[in-house]
């Protein structure tokens, strides 16, 4: 199959009349959003559903995510709509925060990977709504990565990983956030199941406390239930091992050189993502800078692109880990992830 690209810059209503199309024939078609690409498939027909895992490789326990152009057509998706969810569509959408509710009869079980509840979110992105609401379908679409990799924030990323496989990618420029939406769970207490770019902080300030899954800084435990199946498969991975060092800045950079030059003399190619603050200590070394410590959302932005940009070139990559309030959070959970929580702290 042949992988058409279509440039969406300046012109979010290119292509999605195509995009449109494949989606209404049960075809799969990428396509950007404000977080990272989706690859997206009509979300009411699961066997074009299935196609998503087949194209990913995904595991078919892992469930995805049903994009909708407008906040009414909730209520055709989910069992009935509680009032603190109309609370939080009033103040995040269109945007990064996805929510989980019980489903309705019409979401297959195909898009929830058997569940009863269903993910949904109202992305903010222009080309994105405008597929959506050509297609006149809700759109189920997971990152369109192939499983286990970084997370695409360009359409060359999604090309890397789906060239052959699908038959359109519209390329919208670089993602806004470049990590993947909020993740909140509805059903009991409301819980953060994978953080994003709406983080606890804003969410408690419009709702009131908001529980953290135990899973997202560390490895689920053998035994707890995975609230977010997708939280037990390796994710984010490059192909370079990755190696979180925590702390402040001084020590950490100067640990970050020791284990350069050790890496390097046992013939290793080393690259290292540092941080502004730290980015003089390593002149002359192999390092790119992920951006401000004090904007994490700057980190988050960059994150997935340094991973596989370096990734590809390199046996290892050493990386700063940051504090976890606000977007920081969202940030670690991915860094974490890629490096399999191979962590130290200095
Ligand atoms: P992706 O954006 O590629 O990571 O895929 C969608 C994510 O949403 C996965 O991590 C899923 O685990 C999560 N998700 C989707 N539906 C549900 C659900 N019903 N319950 C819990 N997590 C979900
Ligand atoms: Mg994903």
Redesign the pocket.
């Known amino acids: 199959m042949e992988t058409v690209v279509i440039s969406t810059v300046g012109k979010e209503d290119a292509g999605t009349v195509m995009g449109a199309e494949l989606i209404r024939n049960g075809e799969l078609v990428a396509f950007p959003t404000e977080?990272?690409y989706?690859l997206g498939a009509n979300g009411l027909d699961g066997e074009a559903v299935n196609r998503i895992f087949a194209a990913k490789g995904?595991p078919n326990d892992?469930?995805?995510?049903l994009h909708i152009a407008k906040k009414s057509d909730v209520k055709d998706l989910w069992a009935h709509v509680p009032k603190i969810a109309n609370t939080l569509m009033d103040t995040f959408w269109p945007g990064p925060l996805?929510l989980?509710f019980n489903?309705a009869d019409c979401v297959p079980y195909e898009?929830?990977?058997g569940?009863e509840?269903?993910?949904i979110r109202m992305p903010q992105d222009k080309t994105a709504r405008t597929l959506i609401q050509k297609a006149g379908v809700p759109i189920a679409?997971?990152?369109a990565?192939r499983s286990g990799r970084p997370?695409p924030t360009t359409a060359r990323h999604v090309l890397d990983d789906m060239d052959g496989r699908i038959p359109l990618i519209l390329d919208g420029g670089p993602c806004r956030y470049g990590v993947?939406?909020t993740?909140l769970?509805l059903v009991g207490e409301p819980t953060i199941?994978?953080p994003g770019a709406v983080t606890r902080e804003m969410l408690e300030a419009v709702i009131g406390p908001v529980q953290l899954a135990p899973s997202i800084l560390k490895p689920l435990g053998e035994r707890e239930v995975?609230?977010?199946?997708?939280?037990k498969y390796r994710?984010y991975a490059p192909d370079a091992e990755v190696y979180v060092i925590e702390g402040d800045p001084k020590p950490v950079a100067k640990r970050i050189r020791t284990l350069y030059y050790d890496l390097e003399a046992e013939g290793k190619r080393t690259a290292i993502l540092g941080t502004e603050q730290t980015m003089p200590s390593y002149r002359n070394l192999n390092a790119y800078s992920l951006g401000d410590r004090e904007e994490p959302e700057t980190l988050c932005a960059n994150l997935f692109v340094l991973l596989r940009d370096t990734g590809a070139e390199n046996d290892v990559i050493l990386a700063e880990g940051i504090p976890t309030e606000n977007t920081g959070l969202a940030f670690m959970n991915r860094l974490l992830r890629a490096a399999g929580f191979r962590r130290e702290t200095v």
């Open positions: 977080t990272v989706g995904r892992n469930p995805l995510i996805t989980i489903k898009v929830t990977a569940l509840t269903v993910a679409a997971p990152s990565n997370s993947e939406s993740v769970s199941l994978r995975a609230a977010s199946p997708g939280m994710h």
